[in-house]
């Protein structure tokens, strides 16, 4: 199984293989990745400024909230261009969505998935100054047969794409493409206990007082 790591030398490789041209769904590679827990960008509610060309003009996150008064409540994520155009996120070929993966099949933000007690779906952007790239690290959770089952965790990396200089018909003008995934291992009921386990990225803010120790956060896997 192929290792993708966030480094310089890797980050070349990465971006060689979406510049010129949105990659095909053979590019996608099915492997083990680690990313630098110390580029995550924080993201609270509301609008953030993040220069995803570094070129001093900034695009946008924005998150919102939807409170229904339930244990269901989600935190909506918008990632838009300096323009105000979202930036959407692509499977390797830009239709098709890699085989046993439930995301992305284009979408123009991103949406977490939350029970009463565990969060199935989680997203992380991180911006790697030294390199000049910007990723996004998808943690999911299948939803099994209850919110609290344990279940391997996929976990999805796409990294932020600029086709604006080289751009064909039906290609976004900025987009973030998958470029590597995987399936946990461990199982857990938790995909944000997943993230810090697998990848080292912390727990969301006010979460840590509530969670278990690392070294418990992997738990039996569920029955199908």
């Known amino acids: 199984m192929q290792i993708v790591s966030i480094s310089v030398a890797s980050v070349l490789i990465l971006a060689g293989l979406v510049a010129a041209s949105p990659a ?12 630098d827990p110390a580029t995550v960008v924080e993201l609270p509610l509301g609008i953030t400024n993040v220069d995803f060309n570094f070129d001093g003009r900034p695009g946008r996150v924005v998150v919102t909230y939807t409170d229904i008064t339930s244990a269901h409540n ?10 105000w155009n979202a930036i959407p996120f692509e499977p390797g070929d830009n239709s098709d969505t890699p085989k046993g993966l439930d995301f992305p099949k284009i979408h123009d933000g991103f949406a977490t998935s939350q029970g009463a007690d565990y969060r199935l779906k989680n997203i992380r952007l991180l911006r790697d100054e030294k390199a000049k790239k910007i990723y996004a690290v998808v943690a999911i959770r299948p939803f099994g047969s209850s919110w609290v089952d344990s279940r391997p965790v996929t976990m999805e990396l796409f990294t932020f ?11 976004a003008p900025e987009y973030f493409q998958l470029t590597s995934w995987f399936k946990t291992q461990q199982c857990y009921p938790d995909a944000d206990w997943a993230m810090l386990v697998e990848l080292g990225l912390k727990l969301p803010p006010g979460e840590e007082q509530d969670a278990p120790p690392k070294s418990k956060m992997a738990q039996p896997c569920a029955k199908p």
């Open 24 to 35: 095909r769904a053979a590019d996608v590679q099915e492997g083990r990745f680690t990313v």
């Open 74 to 83: 989600n935190t909506n994520y918008l990632f838009a261009s300096n323009a």
């Open 161 to 171: 794409v600029n086709t604006t200089a080289n751009r064909m018909d039906g290609v």
